[in-house]
């Protein structure tokens, strides 16, 4: 007989029940048999956050479950985090998808997550458990389960004109998020870079939002979210490396992120999801400490040498050579970070005169590097794709 597991197991254990089944409360009231096929995730941060995803199938009786349409792949995930902290995942998703809906602006559908079910469990400091959160002083950690659509990798992607799409596709809808929904994803990588195809053609998909935040509580000061340093350690901007930065995450620290992944697909891969021989590029982005990750990064930024892009990806080198110069000359533009006032004025008496102007100037724009890292910026570019235009879904704001 199939062993059968409850959900608070399958965190404490996830390898173990891969090839059983688990069950799920939904919020209807139902107990759904969901079989484990594949375990796809299992991280737990430094910040006490845990996140486990697996493959499942439904296998309740019940016959118009739109679970179980016949071999359906679906997506369990469980995310344990402390419940005061907290910005539940599918409240960001439900949200931005209810903006959508209420605006007309159903494009962006396409591009976000969809939730069949979530439900959430909380855990007092005995670790018992309490599906009530009316008193959320008396819970230390919540388990937030959800069931969602299953969505395809990039390194699926064979076609490159359609891994442009999506490329593309990510930048606009994560672009729609920051001003339409007011929500900034704050950790773009690899794995977050998902799609779907409906009726043949890609759409891609901006998954993952445990560690979004709420613009509206970034810009409060007083917010808990401000000073939090989040992201993926190869591809996060060398501001949020380094360990000087006091200014919190701008949405343009997630262009760099995006610039970065497109760099590792196009110089790490030999073809789509085939890593490419050793010494691999960029290798101690991912095997060094913040500091080296921050240390090479900055290297790479001020070196003016080829890229090394695979040949199978030579396609992408027009994009990435002209990113990297919006990117090389907004750092290097910039007022300096982490001195003092006098240090500041030490180091402007090496430079010229006409260069004083970006050691004092107080309304410097630290959201966009002086306006080199913007959407507008990299829509000129990923707009189109060996001479031959994508799909434009939305214009937004040229000010970000």
Known sequence: MTPVYQLHELVEDPISVVGARCNFESSDG???????????????????????????????????????????????KLSVSEAENRVPEQMLIQDARSVA????????????PNIHDTVSVFYDEDGDADTCEDDLEKHETVMCATVLEKLHPISDLKDLKELAQVFYDILQIHQWLYERAGILHRDLSIGNLMYRRIDGQVYGVLNDFDLSSYVCDMNDASSSEAGTRNGTTPFMSPDLLNPFWERGHFCRHDLESLFFIMLCVSCRYKQPGVASPEPRAFAKWFSGSDDEALLYKSVFLQ????????????????????????VFHGYRNRPPVGLTT????????????????????????????????????????????RNEPLETRWMGDDDH
Not at 345 to 351: K, W
Request: hydrophobic share 35%.
């Open 303 to 326: 070196n003016a040498h080829r890229l090394p892009v695979q040949p199978y990806f030579a396609d992408f080198h027009p994009w990435l050579t002209a990113i990297r110069k919006f």
């Open 342 to 385: 006098e240090e500041v004025m030490e180091l402007a008496e090496q430079y010229d005169e006409e260069d004083h102007f970006m050691f004092n100037n107080p309304d410097y724009d630290w959201e966009t590097l002086g306006g080199y890292v913007t959407y507008a910026q990299f829509r000129t570019v990923m707009r189109s794709f």
């Open 101 to 112: 809906e209420e605006n007309g602006e159903d494009w962006a559908l396409n591009h976000l």
């Open 30 to 76: 139902h107990t759904k048999p969901l079989a484990v096929h594949k375990l796809l995730h299992d991280v737990a941060s430094d910040c006490g956050h845990c996140s486990i995803v697996v493959e499942v199938t439904c296998e309740c009786t019940v016959a118009d479950c739109k679970w179980h349409t016949e071999g359906q792949k679906l997506i369990l």
